[in-house]
Every structure is written in C-alpha cells, then in structure tokens.
C-alpha cells in the first residue's frame, strides 16, 4: 500500500511529466493583510493573478502547507469529533497561469485519480457551474463538454455523473473584489452499498469532494460587475491529508466497510503511537454518536485526533516565525495549543505531554518541509514554555468553575462560558463535556453572541484591500530618484498637483528626490524653490496611488505647472540612512545569535535613535544582547560596502529576507551589506558600513508575547551618549576619589561598609525600641482589669511603629495600644487591640477610623489592628489626650 509520502511524491511526479516546475510550499505567514494564515495552495500565486508579478513557469505545483483557524475559514472546533476537519494540512495543487486551461486541467486531474492512483471510477462524480437567480456569468459549458467527454470514454453516464451547482457551490471568488471564476469539483461516494453520488455537496462524511479545479476568467469590480480576464488561469487545490486516509481506509480500494477518516493514513499513526505510550491507551477509531455524551472510548479518540491535529498546527507555524501571543493569528495559536492541553488532561497526561509530541511532528514532515527540522529545538522551547504557562492558568479555570459550580446555577451562561474560552483557554465543547457530567448545560446562544462581538473588534481593526488587477497605465505613482546623494540637491523637476487638506499644504512634484515616510524609515525634509521662493518641506508622505506628498506651510496655490528645485536636508537625511542601516545589521546579529527563526515584526528609524521589533519567545540574556552588540560593532568596524540593485522577485538571491505582510511587485530592490545580509527594502542607505560609527543598545523589552524590542543609537547620537557616560564615570570617581577603574570595587567597599553600619543601627534601634516600649508600657493608663497605652512616639515609620506597638502589646499581656508618629510631614497612627479589649468595646477599626478623622485624615481596619494617616501639622498630642481622659 502506498504511504504518504509516496502518494505526496507521486503527485508532484505527475505534474512535473506534465511540464510544470515544482515549487516549495510558501510560509504559513500570509503576504496577505486579510488573512491570518496561509489558508490555500493559491495565496503566493495571487501576485501572478493580479499582473504584479511574472512566474519563472506558466506551469507550477506544490504541496502547500495550510492553517484554517479563526476568521472566515475556521475548522478549530470541530477537530477531534469528526474524521476530516484539520486546523493544519497540506494542499495538494497545480497551476497555469495564462497556459493550458478546462481541457487539460480536468483530464490531468481524471487520469491522476484513475491511472495513477487507481481510484474507482464509477465512485467519482464532477460537478460543473450552473447559475441560478442573481449569480453570476453564465452556464459553464466548456467544463461539462469536457466531463462530458471523460465520462464516456470511461463506459459511464455523464447524466449521473455530473451535478450541477451555483454561486455557492461552484464559483470562486478571491474577495470581494479580483479574479474569480468558475470552479468544477470531483467527489468521491464512499458508500459501501449503492454509491450513486446523491450525497453529493450533501456534507456527507461518505461523499467527499477530492479536488477543486478552478477556472480564474473574470475579474470582479466593485460596482459588482464581472469583466473577462486577457489571460486565463487555472488553480487547483486537493486535500492530502483526505487522499491519503481514503486510500488508507479503503485499503486502495479494496475495503468500503469503514468509515472513511483522514487519521487512519500513517500521517498521524507515529503521534498516536507517543500518545498511547504516555497515557497507556490505543487509538481505536470510534466515532462520537452524540457530541454531549460522549462515551470513554468515543473521548479517547478525540483527545487523539486533537492532539495529533494541532501539534502539526504548532509546529509549522512556529517553524514559520509565528508565536504563540495575545494578539491576531498569534492568539489563535496560543487557544490551539490551550485546547490540545485542555483535552490531554481529559486523558490524565502529564504536565509537558505536548511537548514531546514535536519529535515525531518533526520526524514525520521535516523531509518535505525542511524548516521544521531547522527550527526544532526552537519549537521545542516555545511549545514547552507555553505549556508551562498554560498548566498554571488551568487551575485557575478550574477554580473558576468550581465557583460556578457551587452557586447551583440552571446553566454556565454564555458570559462565563466566554470568559472560561477567551481568559483561560477552556474550548466550548470542552466546557459543555465538563458540565455536562455534573447534569448543566451552557448557554451556546449566550456564548456565541460574545464571541461575535469579539469578531466584530476583530473586523474593526483588521487590515482590509481592495483586490484589482493591475493596469499599468492608469498608475500615479511618483517617481523617486533620491537614492543618490547628487540628485538631491537642486533638484530639476515640475509642479504636478497641489493639494490642501487639514490647513496642510502639499506639493506633488513629476520626479522627486524626497523618500516619502515608508517602511519605518521617516520622511525627508528640506525645500522647494519655485518661482525664486523657498519653501520649506517639512515631511513627506506617501498617498494610496503612490504620490509623494511633500508638506509646506502657508498657501501654496496657483504653481502647479511651475519649474522646481528641490533640495533634501541631507544631515538629517544621513542620520536616517545610519539608523537604518544599522537596522539591516542588527536583524542579521539577532538571527546569527537567537536563531533563524528571528524575523522583523517593525522598525521605527529616526535622526536620533532606532527601534527594531523582532519575533522572539523569551527575553535574550543579558550575554546574549552583548554578543549581538559586538558582531554588529564588528561589521560596522569592516566598512563593508553597501550595494543596491533591482531585480525581478522571483531572482532574489536565495539567501535574500523578504519580509511577511509585505506586498512586493515584480521588480524589488535588493539591498547587500557585504554579502552578508541581503534584504528586500525601499529605504535608504549608508554607502560603506563604516559610516554608522558605532551602535550602542540602550534597551530591550517585549512589546507582546513573542515580541521583543531592541532600542539603540548610531553615529552622532552614540558618540554623544558615550560622552555622557564617559563624563559621569569620571565625575562619580572623583567623588569616589578613585580613578574609574576602580569606581566598581569602590563602591562594592562603601556599600558593604553602609550595609555594616545600617545592621548595628538597626541593633540600637531595637534596644532603643525596646527601652521605649518599657517606658510606654510603665505609663499605661486602666479601666478595670484593661491596660491602655496612648501616646505619641519618636519614630513616624509606620514599620518601626507596628513592631514597637506589638512589644508594649506583649509587655501589656494584651491590652489596648494606641500610637502616633510623624515622619517627613505624615502622620501615622495605628491601633493593636487584644481580645479583652474588643470585648470590652474598643476596635481597632473604629478607633483609629474617630481619631484620624479628628486629625483631618483618615484610615480604618480589623477589630484586631488597624492603621491610619494624617496631616503631621495636627496637634495630635491634644487628640490623645482627649481619647485618654476616658481611661483616667
């Protein structure tokens, strides 16, 4: 029987006997703002699609790896109860991008299916686009001609063999707006008796759709309309992990007695096999009949399925540069893990289970993927410390829901559902198996309205484009010519536009050298002459059709047409460009000291200092940080030259950063600091490394979990801090009378002489205090058998004042002790009564609470003790002694 990974490998075979170029699978991290995972085999195509980029060959294919979890496509919480929802898999796919097109797509896909992999042809269905009320364009009939054809060469009905299906079912859209079109389907009827193919797009587990043929011929427009594409497309996508369990199922179609399930394939067989190991159980298959009553073994299985799913999730994401986090797609990762956690406990797995599950996570992918195994002691670490961290916040879910418990409620509302899902990481289904055992149900309406309006915060802030395809011709973008320091000044060019928004003037200029705030690196600033007046530029930005905008003040009419020379403030400029520079060279000292797994999350590059963001599980040590400093002193120290070129993006050097999030054209600018770091990047640059002089970090924090922040400065404004520094040390060692070399020891001498004379000062206090308290316990007033101590003391310290009033306590054998003190202008005033006192009606509380108020303060506190405070300038002698003349 074939494996995995020889059905992966046949797959990519094909296609490439077919004349396509075999690509690998792009990073789960999207280039696209709208999404929070790589979610299809098609996203690191769309730029192909769109005619911002050209492909090295018009025919491609790959094994993609794919995360639905959160946002529109999201399987999380039906993983583990059936046998086909995964939150990772691997999309099977093969392109054309304007080559072949429904003719050969289709009959690749049958003789695959059929030939290859032998799969049953009178079990296979299509289904082909047919428009209903209000969809769009018009019956496919090229696709049904073709299936048409196919179906009877293989001696069998066309009739019964092809559905048909709608907008829904059988028209792919990228969004709202881009290339779209029809899409023909093939499902395969799993049932063992009378396989007619009615179940399918009935989301039958016994009829499963295998591949997706989409035909890319129309681009959406946002008025709605629908216009033909100049070059066609095709993009498919098959589920590996479904074509793997089928055939593992069936046996290679020999066996149609079982359930079909994507877990039975030896994708997952050696995690199961850890999994049994740890918890002394065996996978066996079952199936939930009821999702609320789950039987032993029905859970058992869950738990495997969800384990097994979402450690491979884990692990290529984080292989990917994808923490787990509070926020966005690192969120989503972190509740994944919680949940695969949350159901291990269910088989009593011990603390640090998940974690050993990497290994043959590793084991089983990292050939095909080899950033797993690059990447494993880092997805090690991060899973092991997430875990770590997630065992702590269990029990406190746990005790959260034993307070629910006791409160004898008729359900869990949907609010303490929510709040057990989103704070402690407690899934839904889990919180419902939970009550369940002790005879509740959850409030799932309830729930579900706050997690909607938690995805409605999420919609607000979520990055949204609109998607069109490119026409050259109707761009506006300004041309920047500012990357060579002799271009910028006086600068030949014509006035395009003036635009007036906000009391805020600006010019667009045909060409100019002025670099628009971009990529964190800020604006330029300088002036335009124009006419023989200067105007003073005082930013520059950036519109969303890619105009420079150049900020000036006051009016500015009427010059649009008009000769210009612009000239760029190239100090300042040239402080930027170090900054920025230096920031190429620090991302490279990070990876070369934390690992390859670090990658850019932000920059900020200023005149005077840097910012660089970077995603990183754990705070770097302190060693660490210095070893990063010195390999990139040293780089700056070899003046290594600084290169820039264009080149088409699929060319970039193999070894070149290219950052995630970022759109790039077909054109991209490499910039090569000695070989050593290449990166994609529009900004700006130093010519030799050299020219930043020295870098100095000045601090390191995290900004979320999973990222860090690095803070320093370059050139003039590091010289300036070592000359702060270098003055200060020499400065503290005069007073030191020391020479600075010797400030260390010297002040390691004082501090353990001031550490001597505090300890026997501390000694005197104590006898003093103890003297004191003698004195105080000597001059106690009584009523009755009841001892009363009040007076105002020496010391104000509200911690010498609660020690000293615990001795006249003891000295008094109980009793009632009252004092008062200042310190540095504040008053404090505490009460220690024993229990014959507050028998006899004297509370702490309620004393202090009468004589601070008396003071213009106020305090308060238990029967037993209590403290207070007060303005020190009120005669609290005269308050005590009128609280006293009761006990005379």
Request: with cysteine.
């Amino acid at each position: 029987m074939m494996t995995s990974t020889e059905i992966r490998q046949s797959f990519l075979d094909f296609f490439q006997s077919q004349g396509h170029e075999i690509v690998p699978s792009a990073s789960l991290m999207p280039s696209a703002p709208n999404l929070l995972f790589t979610n299809a085999g098609m996203n690191q195509f769309v730029p192909y699609f769109l005619g911002e980029r050209t492909p090295s060959s018009r025919r491609l294919a790959d094994t993609q790896k794919c995360i639905r979890a959160g946002g529109k496509h999201n399987d999380l919480d039906d993983v583990g109860f059936d046998t086909y929802h995964h939150t990772f898999f691997e999309m099977l796919g093969n392109w054309s991008i304007g080559d072949y097109f429904k003719k050969e797509a289709l009959e690749w896909s049958w003789e695959l299916l059929t030939k290859v992999w032998g799969f049953p042809k009178e079990r296979l269905y299509a289904t082909v686009y047919k428009p209903g009320d209000g969809d769009p364009a018009s019956f496919d009939e090229e696709a049904y001609g073709v299936w048409k054809g196919i179906f009877e060469g293989a001696g069998l009905d066309p009739e019964k063999h092809i559905h048909f299906g709608g907008k829904k079912d059988n028209f792919w859209m990228m969004g709202d707006t881009g290339p779209c079109g029809p899409c023909s389907e093939i499902h395969m009827d799993l049932r063992a008796e009378n396989p007619d193919g009615s179940m399918v797009n009935a989301d039958s587990p016994w009829c499963i759709e295998l591949w997706n043929n989409v035909f890319i011929q129309f681009n959406a427009k946002e008025d709605g309309s629908f216009e033909p594409l100049k070059e066609k497309h095709v993009d498919t996508g098959m589920g590996f992990e479904r074509i793997a369990g089928i055939m593992a199922t069936t046996k290679e179609f020999k066996d149609f007695s079982r359930p079909p399930s994507n877990y039975d394939s030896d994708l997952f067989g050696d995690i199961f096999k850890v999994i049994g190991d740890m918890c002394g159980q065996s996978y066996g298959a079952t199936l939930p009949q009821a999702r609320k009553e789950l039987t032993d073994a029905e859970m058992r299985d869950v738990v495997f399925r969800v384990l097994a799913d979402h450690i491979r999730t884990l692990s290529c994401a984080i292989a990917d540069g994808i923490l787990p986090g509070n926020d966005g797609r690192n969120y989503v990762l972190r509740r994944i893990l919680r949940r695969a956690v949350m159901y291990g406990r269910r088989l009593k797995l011990e603390a640090g289970f998940f974690t050993k599950l990497v290994a043959p996570t590793v084991n089983k992918l990292g050939p095909i993927f080899p950033e797993l195994k690059t990447q494993q002691e880092v997805i090690t670490k991060v899973i092991q410390a997430e875990e770590s961290a997630f065992d702590r916040t269990i029990d406190r879910g746990m005790q959260l829901l034993e307070r629910i418990f006791a409160t004898n409620p008729e359900q869990i509302s949907g609010t303490d559902a929510f709040t057990l899902y989103d704070t402690y990481g407690f899934p839904l289904d889990l919180t419902q198996i939970i009550a369940e055992e002790r005879g509740l149900s959850v409030d799932v309406a309830g729930f579900n309205s706050e997690m909607e309006q938690q995805r409605e915060r999420a919609r607000a802030a979520q990055k949204k484009e609109v998607i069109d395809v490119v026409d050259a011709d109707a761009a506006h973008a300004t041309p920047f010519k500012g990357f060579e320091e002799a271009a910028c000044v006086s600068f030949a060019t014509k006035v395009e536009d003036v635009l007036v928004h906000d009391d805020k003037c600006y010019f667009v200029f045909a060409e100019t050298p002025f670099y628009a705030e971009m990529g964190g690196q800020l604006g330029d600033t300088g002036y335009a002459e124009i006419n023989g007046k200067e105007y003073a530029i005082g930013n520059t930005i950036k519109d969303g059709a890619g105009r420079h905008l150049h900020e000036v003040a006051g009016a500015c009419t009427g010059l649009v047409g008009q000769q210009a020379y612009l000239s760029v403030d190239m100090g300042r400029r040239r402080a930027i460009q170090r900054n920025h520079s230096a920031t190429h060279i620090l991302h490279h000292a990070l990876r070369k000291v934390l690992g390859t797994h670090v990658r850019q999350a932000g920059s900020l590059v200023t005149p005077e200092r840097l910012r660089f963001d970077f995603a990183h599980y754990e705070q770097p040590t302190k060693e660490q940080l210095q070893e990063i400093e010195a390999i990139a002193n040293r780089l700056i120290l070899a003046n290594d030259s600084v290169q820039w070129y264009e080149v088409a993006f699929d060319d970039k050097p193999e070894d070149c950063i290219a950052f995630f999030g970022e759109k790039y054209g077909n054109v991209v600018r490499v910039v090569d600091m000695g070989g050593w770091s290449k990166e994609l990047c529009g900004g700006t640059h130093v010519k030799a490394t050299g020219e930043i002089g020295l870098l100095k970090i000045v601090g390191e924090s995290a900004i979320s979990a999973g990222t860090r922040r690095i803070e320093a400065v370059v050139g003039e404004s590091a010289f300036t801090l070592v000359q702060e520094q270098y003055q200060l040390l020499h400065s503290l060692a005069a007073k030191l009378s020391c020479k600075p070399e010797q400030i260390e020891e010297r002040l390691n001498h004082q501090l353990e002489t001031h550490k001597k004379l505090e300890k026997e000062l501390k000694a005197l206090q104590q006898k003093g205090a103890a003297n004191e308290a003698e004195e105080l316990a000597g001059s106690a007033l009584s009523k009755g058998d009841l001892k009363v101590v009040a007076a105002v003391v020496k010391s104000g310290d509200a911690n010498a004042m609660r020690a000293l009033a615990v001795q006249v306590s003891k000295a008094l054998d109980g009793g009632l002790v009252v004092l008062a003190g200042v310190n540095e202008g504040k008053g404090s005033l505490l009460c220690m009564a024993s229990e014959a006192a507050i028998a006899a009606g004297y509370k702490s509380g309620d004393i202090v609470r009468e004589l601070t108020g008396k003071l213009g303060g106020r305090g308060g506190g238990k029967p037993d003790f209590a403290m207070g405070g007060f303005s020190g300038d009120e005669d609290v002698k005269t308050v005590l002694n009128s609280f006293k003349t009761q006990f005379s």
